[in-house]
């Protein structure tokens, strides 16, 4: 855990250093009207998370039949060779390509969570996949400040070339440290196969579901989080302001992770997602309502607490669900649902304040994010039992 846990950390840092100045390189790139850099930035952005959604199951496929840790190797090698590339483009459709590819060899972060998942013992599950979370969030807490003070520092292209390596650095600490023993070879484990995909699929596709709305509800803030600090405070130094609160959310999310994350292990994953979706939503009311920063910040820190305890007991339910010879085709179809929801979450959320108000965008989430816990709440079949009181297994 603690080899996944630092390659993850590397591994999301690097990709998170280049999002602070991604709209400044396109402009260094050429374009120069407003409405042509934000459209390419958006294509941009976007590019990698559809072909990482697309190809997430593929990967996760032949993660089940030749293992995890040629995956996670796949993933790094290729994602770190294809963001030096990035360093070195000189027109703004060359890096949407690159993007495009990147998403291709997308994937490191649900393999080590397949991996670790596959050799930690049930009664641990929860607490583990908690902790390996942390890595993911104390990553993208760092990278963009990172990044933000290399690209002022050293220019953009060299960040570029830095994330590359930091993502090659974590493959080679995979490579090194990282020792998976399979249980069976890749005709045995087709030959193993007990139930049909689809089934298996159907089954955890309310798991699925939950980590769609999950990161949407993450993610549909996101645009406007900052126009909405800038209303409700108006005195010097809104930038740190803004940033404030924007990291806030994830430090409570490294708080609450690891903590939710021991608490699936005793009163079982489902109770957990329930619980804390239904308070994600509940947390976006102080937000809404907000008619000064300290309350937005209340507001902000309450829903990552409890977005910390949604993502564990997802992992821990497809682990429960999903038979050992198709656990990391799961987590790959799971991993594409939260790219879908962080491509989608964006675009609902400008959306909705376009259309309506931005206090709407509030709403909107809230009642997604209850729903959900609604569905979750009534299907009887994601009632698996706590891991010490014996697993629920298809």
């Keep these: 855990m603690f080899i996944l846990w630092v390659s993850t950390f590397l591994a999301v840092s690097g ?11 396109v ?33 996760g496929g032949v993660a089940d039949r ?36 990147n ?22 599950s929860g607490r583990a996949l908690g902790t390996l979370q942390t890595g993911q969030v104390a990553g993208s807490l760092v990278g963009p400040l990172i990044g933000g003070a290399l690209a002022e520092a050293v220019g953009f292209r060299w960040v570029f070339i830095l994330t590359g390596m930091l993502l090659l650095l ?24 007990p139930v049909s995909r689809r089934r298996v699929l159907t089954l955890l596709l309310p798991v699925f579901v939950a980590s769609l ?23 010097a130094h809104i930038e740190l302001i803004a940033g404030l609160v924007v990291a806030c959310t994830g430090i409570a999310n490294l708080i609450g992770a690891p903590i939710l994350g021991r608490f699936s292990d005793v009163i079982g994953p489902r109770k957990i997602l329930v619980t804390a979706l239904v308070c994600s939503a509940l947390a976006f009311l102080p937000q809404v309502l907000a008619t000064g920063i300290p309350m937005l910040l209340v507001g902000r820190f309450l829903l990552g607490l409890f977005i910390g305890g949604m993502l564990p007991s997802l992992n821990v339910l497809v682990k429960r669900l999903a038979p050992e010879e198709m656990q990391a ?25 376009a259309v309506w108000d931005i ?21 009887r079949r994601l009632q698996v039992p706590a891991a010490n009181a014996g697993e629920g297994r298809l």
Excluded: C
């Design 103 to 124: 998403g291709v060899f997308a994937g490191f972060i649900s393999m080590a969570i397949s991996l670790q998942a596959s050799v930690t013992p049930r009664e641990y």
């Design 170 to 193: 974590a493959s080679l600490i995979v490579w090194i440290y990282v020792h998976e023993e399979r249980a069976h070879t890749p005709n045995e484990a087709r030959r193993r196969t």
């Design 27 to 59: 402009q260094e790139l050429g374009v120069r009207q407003l409405a042509a850099v934000e459209q390419w930035s958006g294509w941009i952005f976007a590019a990698q998370m559809l072909t990482a959604a697309i190809f997430q199951p593929i990967w």
């Design 329 to 353: 085709q799961a987590y790959g179809v799971n991993s594409s649902f939260q790219f879908l929801g962080g491509l989608l979450g964006p675009l609902l959320g400008s959306t909705v304040a």
């Design 66 to 101: 030749f293992g995890r840790k040629p995956m996670l190797l796949r993933a790094g090698i290729g994602m770190g060779t294809m963001t030096i590339l990035m360093g070195f483009v000189t027109a703004p459709w060359q890096l949407l390509a690159l993007r495009f590819i």
């Design 15 to 25: 990709t998170s250093l280049i999002i602070p100045f991604l709209p400044l390189f």
């Design 213 to 235: 709305i999950t990161q949407l509800g993450m993610m549909s803030i996101q645009p406007i989080l900052t126009v909405y600090t800038t209303l409700l405070y108006h005195g």
């Design 359 to 379: 206090h709407d965008v509030f709403y909107v989430t809230m009642a997604l994010l209850l729903l959900n816990a609604v569905y979750i709440f009534f299907n």
